[in-house]
């Protein structure tokens, strides 16, 4: 089969998404380290975190709350990186604002460059430039089949 349709595949059958955090941590600029319960490994290069910033949200028009994450959270603020078994490392920083209501607004992180996505990472840290009380942080396995590098 072609390489497309073995990505297809692999996101249909094993591609999710997994809550890291069940319960809300503290993020601060000190990173923070948190071990995996279940290491992470990426299907392809389109794997992402979203970082839950409602409670820094007060708007609640559409336009209004995405500004307001995006100065809040400008890029670089957030950031994340995995570290594999074997100590490899792949980084993570805030791209765009995602929503689900304005009571739940989230900062989405992309790889910085490209990562193997053939290891198992068992740890994270992740820091922010402004504190986050009750974080929720979650992986996003699954999307585009070809990556550009960034």
Same mark, same amino acid.
């Given at each position: 089969?072609?390489?497309?349709?073995?990505? =297809? @595949?692999?996101?249909?059958?094993? /591609? /999710?998404?997994?809550?890291?955090?069940?319960?809300?941590?503290?993020? /601060?600029?000190?990173?923070?380290?948190?071990?995996?319960?279940?290491?992470?490994?990426? =299907?392809? $290069?389109?794997?992402?975190?979203?970082?839950?910033?409602?409670?820094?949200?007060?708007?609640?028009? %559409?336009?209004?709350?995405? +500004? +307001?994450?995006?100065?809040?959270?400008?890029?670089?603020?957030?950031?994340?990186?995995?570290?594999?078994?074997?100590?490899?490392?792949?980084?993570?920083? &805030?791209?765009?604002?995602?929503? &689900?209501?304005?009571?739940?607004?989230? @900062?989405?992180?992309?790889?910085?460059?490209?990562? &193997?996505?053939? =290891?198992? %990472?068992?740890?994270?840290?992740?820091?922010?430039?402004?504190?986050?009380?009750?974080?929720?942080?979650?992986?996003? &396995? %699954? /999307?585009? @089949?070809? $990556?550009?590098?960034?």
């Amino acid at each position: 089969m072609e390489r497309p349709v073995l990505e =297809l @595949i692999k996101m249909v059958l094993f /591609g /999710g998404h997994l809550l890291v955090t069940p319960e809300p941590v503290s993020v /601060g600029v000190e990173p923070k380290e948190i071990v995996l319960r279940k290491p992470l490994k990426a =299907l392809n $290069c389109s794997a992402s975190f979203n970082v839950d910033v409602s409670e820094h949200i007060t708007s609640n028009k %559409y336009q209004e709350f995405v +500004e +307001e994450a995006e100065s809040k959270f400008p890029n670089g603020c957030l950031n994340i990186q995995l570290q594999s078994e074997n100590g490899q490392l792949a980084s993570f920083s &805030n791209s765009s604002v995602t929503w &689900n209501s304005p009571e739940k607004v989230f @900062i989405n992180l992309k790889a910085k460059s490209e990562f &193997n996505e053939n =290891l198992k %990472y068992s740890s994270l840290r992740i820091s922010s430039c402004r504190t986050l009380n009750s974080a929720k942080i979650t992986w996003y &396995n %699954y /999307g585009k @089949i070809t $990556c550009n590098a960034k």
